[in-house]
Every structure is written in structure tokens, then in C-alpha cells.
């Protein structure tokens, strides 16, 4: 049977360039890179050549990358570690209401120690309006936070102008970039941003290794006390085969964004349109045209999206849905819910999200099955024979 796999903004295969760049630093090249001898040294230089990499992707200096665990580390340590370092700027921050849990969470936890915090609602695309960030900028505002892109719905951020806004305000500005980060160009100089985390397994990198752009000048206080790694933002010994592999994934990134990019827009907009124009009652959720190439996020009425995504395994298709029933909650997830979808709607969601590795054969597959695979879940659906579809 043929396997389609359509999550890639779940998680990547890892590049074969990317594996065979961190072969060595998994068996020669083992030293620990604050050893000052011959095989600590050239764990170093591997570190550093990827710093080099990473920076370039996101035209950032070197010094200001700090390699952590992943996007939801660089996230924690951004938040955290900005708020607690300047907690005598203010106490106020601000986030949007359909940020990751990376991000949401962290918020949360911050409100519950001693910080104000504001939910920036979007409207129905999932845009967060400038206007709406500058309502509630106050004296008190320390930091900002909003995502580039959504990891559920697609949509992209303008994250220039919220910035320039911040920072009129005399507030910082984080963005996760989690979704982005060797999707589409992503430049902190010309974004204007503060702070920006990556994750190395969006982009063909392995699992378990991301960073934090920091931008020179900025003061962030680790949560994490241990050794002087990262030039004290983070210690603990570094994960140089992830580094490594993290680094070749940006330079491969940074050659192939662009083309990538126009190849999944096209394939993603085929496959879109395909499943709206042959699925009844289906809608698109997310902005219309500002969204990750190749990001696909769907609601059905009158069916439930886990149910959509075992029969869509069953013929070897794997997808993602946006309903909180795979976390154990029958909750549908925040962002769908705060886009103004009504529940019973936001349980329908199913998100296909294209990588390099996909084929117009794999969007013919999808479009072949998916609308046999509604169609039967609706005929076993009550709520569709109620309303009269049946
Ligand atoms: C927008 C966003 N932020 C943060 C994360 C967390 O990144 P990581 O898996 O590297 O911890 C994700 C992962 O899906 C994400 O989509």
C-alpha cells in the first residue's frame, strides 16, 4: 500500500545529507567540545561551523545564536528568562490567544508568578491585528510574544509591523519561529525582532535540538544552573551531533527555501482546492493565501477528525488533526476555537502539511481517498442525518 506522509509540520524525516554530516560526531569526533584535546576541539569546530549556519539562515551574527534542546526550550528560556532578567522594567506581557503550549503554557505559568498577562485575540483567518496589539501596549509592557506562523492553521504573522509596534511602546519582542524556520525566508534584521526560536526536526534536522536568536544587547536569565556552555545561556554539554545535523539542515535550507517553498504552495493550493471543490460542508481554516507553503488545515461538519485520521492511516496516509481528543481532553484545540469556530465544527479539523519529500502522485492519492473516507464517517454520523443530508 502506499505510505503518503503529510505532517511535516509535526515533525521531518531527516535529511540524508543532514545524517551522513553527523555520522562523525557520533563515533570520531565524540569529545566533549569543552575538552581542550585534539577530539574536544573538533567537536568545537563542528559546533561552531554549525553556529556559522544556523546564524546565516536567519542573517543573524554567530554570537547570537544559543543552541538549545528545541523550539519549546528556546521558547521557555526566552519568556522566562527575558521576564525574570527584566522584571524591574514591568511586569505586563503580551501573547496571542493561538499560540503553541511552548509559548501559551509558559504564559500561563508566568501569570501565576507574579506577571499580567494578555491574550491578544485574531480574527477568523487567525491574523493578529496590529491595531489589536497596540490596544493594549502599557507603560508596564516588558515583552511580546507572537508566533511567525501557526503550527495548526497555517497563517502567517506580520510580525514586522508588531514589532516595530512593540518596540515604539518600549517593550521587547519574541517570535516562534518554530514553523517557519526553513520554510520561508525568515530574516530577524528585517522581521525586527528581539528574540526568535527555531527547531532543528521542522527543517530535515534531527529531533531534540533548536536555538534562540538573541539579539546582541538583550539580557536573558537562564532558569537552567549548571556550567558555562553557551556562553552561560544554557548550560549542560552540548548535543553536537544534533548541533551538527541542525546546522547542515539550515545550510540545505537556506539553498532550497525558495524553490521548495513555490513547489508545496502549488501542491498544497491543488490539494486544497481538490478536497473543498469534492468534500460537501468543508471549509479552509487559517488565512486564505498568508500561510506555510504546503500547510493544508481542513474542518468537515458532521464528523469527528480522529475518526478521519485512523481510516486515512488505514490507507497509509498520515495526517494530523487540530481536536484535543489525541491529548485526552474533549476539549477542541484553543486555536480553533479562539479563530470563532464553533465547537462541533472545530472537531472536524484535519491538517495535511506537505514536505520536499511529496509528489503530485501523493496529492492524487489524498484527493483520491479522502472524500470516500467523509463520505462513509457521515453516513454512520447522526447529526448528519438530522440534518436532513442523509
Ligand atoms: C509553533 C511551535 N512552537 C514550538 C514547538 C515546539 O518545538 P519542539 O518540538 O522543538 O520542542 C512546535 C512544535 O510543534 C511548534 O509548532
Redesign the pocket.
Given at each position: 500500500m502506499r505510505q503518503v506522509y503529510m505532517d511535516h509540520?509535526?515533525t521531518t524525516p531527516v535529511d540524508p545529507e543532514v545524517f551522513e554530516a553527523m555520522v562523525p560526531y557520533l563515533t570520531d569526533r565524540f569529545g566533549n567540545p569543552s575538552s581542550i584535546y585534539s577530539a574536544g576541539r573538533a567537536a568545537r569546530q563542528g559546533m561552531e561551523k554549525a553556529r556559522e549556519q544556523v546564524a546565516s539562515l536567519l542573517n543573524a551574527s554567530p554570537d547570537e545564536i544559543i543552541f538549545t534542546s528545541?523550539?519549546?526550550?528556546a521558547?521557555n528560556q526566552a519568556i522566562i528568562g527575558y521576564a525574570t532578567a527584566n522584571r524591574h522594567k514591568g511586569n505586563h506581557i503580551i501573547t496571542s490567544a493561538i499560540e503553541?503550549h511552548?509559548?501559551y503554557d509558559t504564559c500561563k505559568y508566568l501569570s501565576r508568578n507574579g506577571f499580567e498577562v494578555t491574550f491578544l485575540p485574531v480574527d477568523g483567518n487567525g491574523v493578529v491585528e496590529p491595531e489589536t496589539l497596540k490596544a493594549v501596549l502599557k507603560p508596564t509592557t516588558l515583552l511580546v510574544s507572537i508566533?511567525h506562523a501557526?503550527?495548526e492553521v497555517g497563517t502567517i504573522e506580520p510580525i514586522k509591523e508588531l514589532a516595530t509596534i512593540t518596540h515604539e511602546a518600549g517593550a521587547a519582542f519574541h517570535c516562534?519561529a518554530?514553523?517557519t524556520v526553513g520554510r520561508i525566508p525568515v530574516d530577524v534584521v528585517d522581521l525586527g525582532v528581539d528574540m526568535l526560536?527555531a527547531?532543528s526536526?521542522?527543517l530535515y534536522g534531527p529531533?531534540g535540538t533548536?536555538c534562540l536568536y538573541l539579539k546582541k544587547g538583550i539580557k536573558v536569565e537562564s532558569y537552567l544552573h549548571g556550567g558555562g556552555q553557551e556562553r552561560k545561556h544554557r548550560p549542560g554539554t552540548e548535543n553536537i551531533p544534533g548541533i551538527v545535523g541542525f546546522g547542515k539542515a539550515a545550510e540545505l535550507a537556506q539553498a532550497r527555501v525558495d524553490e521548495t517553498g513555490k513547489r508545496l504552495r502549488e501542491l498544497g493550493g491543488r490539494l486544497a482546492q481538490g478536497l473543498l471543490n469534492a468534500i460537501p460542508h468543508s471549509r479552509l481554516t487559517g488565512h486564505p493565501v498568508n500561510r506555510i507553503p504546503g500547510h493544508v488545515s481542513l474542518c468537515f461538519e458532521f464528523v469527528e477528525g480522529e475518526s478521519i485520521l485512523l481510516m486515512l492511516d488505514q490507507a497509509g496516509v498520515m495526517a494530523s488533526s487540530g481536536s484535543a481528543c489525541t491529548s485526552g481532553s474533549l476539549e477542541p484545540s484553543h486555536v480553533l476555537l479562539a479563530l470563532g469556530l464553533p465547537h462541533e465544527i472545530a472537531h472536524g479539523s484535519l491538517r495535511l502539511t506537505l514536505g520536499k519529500g511529496n509528489s503530485d502522485e501523493d496529492v492524487d492519492y489524498v484527493l483520491n481517498t479522502l472524500p470516500g473516507i467523509v463520505e462513509r464517517l457521515r453516513q454512520m454520523s447522526p447529526l448528519y442525518m438530522k440534518a436532513g443530508e442523509r
Open positions: 509540520s509535526a528545541g523550539g519549546t526550550e521558547d503553541h511552548a509559548v508566533m501557526n503550527n516562534d518554530v514553523q526560536s527547531s526536526h521542522k529531533k533548536g
